[in-house]
């Protein structure tokens, strides 16, 4: 199992997307982390939708997207080394019971096995690809903890708060319901991966949460990702 993929290297699109819950994939080693298959393929153990996105998103603008390749469940891409929960021990009340005894060598297995390739490739991507705009792309679900969140697309941002105003008023344009550092903040760190490479590579970034109940069907997934690109096209000018 590849700890990430890297589509369309060569290229001189605009963007750089991407996808750090792209996977609801477990290594064979792992037995599944004692989940049975609906809990991996629920919102816990991935973004639903987002790899389709991302992917979509990508082609459309002929960039690069950069997917990691194990579920969340196994190790989070979107945080940082020293977070409680880069290994979860359980996630909204689901136990994981393949996390609940990992120790210092398991831990530093995972993360130079799965966690330190997908950032070495983010990395290895904006050194070649200057002046490009980094996209990471999340879904969210559209009910938590018994709370609707009765919006369709978040715009998290710190640093970039201009970008993300033009690109929040270019999505409602297209119809979308949209909030700002919802239904997480980046304001609270909770961009990681976007705003560690970005920083590090002098890009400016921003992460979209796309509610995952607008891509439960193929052409509906289009249809968000056709919407999204145009908006996208404000970050261009």
Same mark, same amino acid.
């Given at each position: 199992?590849?700890?990430?993929?890297?589509?369309?290297?060569?290229?001189?699109?605009?963007?750089?997307?991407?996808?750090?819950?792209?996977?609801?994939?477990?290594?064979?080693? @792992?037995?599944?982390?004692?989940?049975?298959?609906?809990?991996?393929?629920?919102?816990?153990?991935?973004?639903?939708? %987002?790899?389709?996105?991302?992917?979509?998103?990508?082609?459309?603008?002929?960039?690069?997207?950069?997917?990691?390749?194990?579920?969340?469940?196994?190790?989070?891409?979107?945080?940082?080394?020293?977070?409680?929960?880069?290994?979860?021990?359980?996630?909204?009340?689901?136990?994981?019971?393949?996390?609940?005894?990992?120790?210092?060598?398991?831990?530093?297995?995972?993360?130079?096995?799965?966690?330190?390739? @997908?950032? $070495?490739?983010?990395? %290895?991507? /904006?050194?070649?690809?200057?002046?490009?705009? =980094?996209?990471?792309?999340?879904?969210?679900?559209?009910? =938590?903890?018994?709370?609707? +969140?009765?919006?369709?697309?978040?715009? =998290?941002?710190?640093?970039?708060?201009?970008?993300?105003?033009?690109? *929040?008023?270019?999505?409602? *344009?297209?119809?979308? +319901?949209?909030?700002?550092?919802?239904? @997480?903040?980046? /304001?609270?760190? =909770?961009? @990681?991966?976007? %705003?560690?490479?970005?920083?590090?590579? *002098? %890009?400016?970034?921003?992460?979209?949460?796309?509610?995952? $109940?607008?891509?439960?069907?193929?052409?509906?997934?289009? +249809?968000? $990702?056709?919407?999204?690109?145009?908006?996208?096209?404000?970050? +261009?000018?």
């Amino acid at each position: 199992m590849e700890a990430v993929s890297v589509m369309n290297e060569q290229t001189s699109g605009a963007f750089v997307f991407t996808c750090e819950h792209a996977s609801c994939d477990v290594p064979v080693e @792992y037995d599944g982390l004692g989940l049975d298959t609906d809990h991996l393929h629920d919102h816990i153990g991935w973004d639903i939708g %987002a790899r389709t996105l991302t992917t979509l998103l990508a082609r459309h603008f002929d960039a690069t997207a950069v997917l990691a390749g194990v579920s969340r469940l196994v190790i989070d891409c979107n945080r940082d080394l020293a977070d409680h929960d880069l290994i979860v021990s359980q996630s909204h009340g689901v136990p994981v019971p393949g996390n609940r005894d990992v120790d210092a060598d398991e831990r530093h297995r995972r993360i130079t096995q799965f966690y330190e390739p @997908y950032h $070495a490739a983010v990395d %290895a991507v /904006l050194r070649r690809q200057r002046d490009r705009f =980094l996209v990471s792309v999340h879904t969210f679900t559209p009910v =938590l903890n018994g709370r609707e +969140r009765r919006f369709d697309v978040g715009v =998290l941002f710190d640093v970039y708060a201009d970008e993300a105003q033009h690109l *929040g008023k270019a999505l409602a *344009g297209e119809g979308v +319901r949209v909030r700002y550092n919802e239904p @997480y903040s980046g /304001l609270d760190g =909770l961009i @990681y991966s976007a %705003a560690r490479h970005g920083g590090c590579h *002098g %890009a400016p970034y921003l992460e979209l949460e796309v509610n995952n $109940a607008l891509l439960r069907e193929p052409h509906a997934v289009e +249809r968000m $990702a056709l919407g999204i690109a145009r908006a996208l096209d404000v970050l +261009r000018d």
